[in-house]
């Protein structure tokens, strides 16, 4: 017995997808994304106004890929046409930190009063703005977005301290 799997994403007003193979083209206002996603089984595929990603297997590994490469076709579409907003706050209690960006990285300075300067990568794709302790990442691509805003929390992770009393850092506020 064969049962088809499959998941339908509406394409919306403004938007172009093409499939050429296993490469997913996405054009929309803000950009245009594209996407290698491929797995063995599974059919991606543009039917009308919406795209298709099926699998003729109905076991539990295919199940699960098939929500994962509908997924990816979601964020590429919603950040075509929205785009994602990540926005972080600096904390500190101790030493005033400085935060300055630059195209590809964020440097990080006086961080508990540290000498040597620490530095965050910024992906492209990503922007990163930053007011006076608000750090703002946005994109189209939700991957580097994310990316590059865990990048900054990590590079003001708090080492050989207490975090309980060592509570500084920049941290992840809001995303939409």
Known sequence: MVTELARRIAIPEGVEVSIDGSMVNVKGPKGQL???LSYPEIEIKKEDSEVVVESKRNRKEQRAMVGTLASHINNMIKGVT???VYRMKSVYS???MQLKSSS???AIS?????RQSRSAHILPGAKVEILKDEVIVTGIDKESVGQ???NIEQATRVRRFDVRVFQDGVYLVDKR
């Open 148 to 150: 590059t805003m865990a």
């Open 110 to 114: 006086n961080f508990l009063g540290e």
């Open 34 to 36: 594209s996407k290698k």
């Open 82 to 84: 929205e785009g994602f």
């Open 94 to 96: 101790h030493f005033p």
């Open 104 to 106: 590809n990285e964020v």
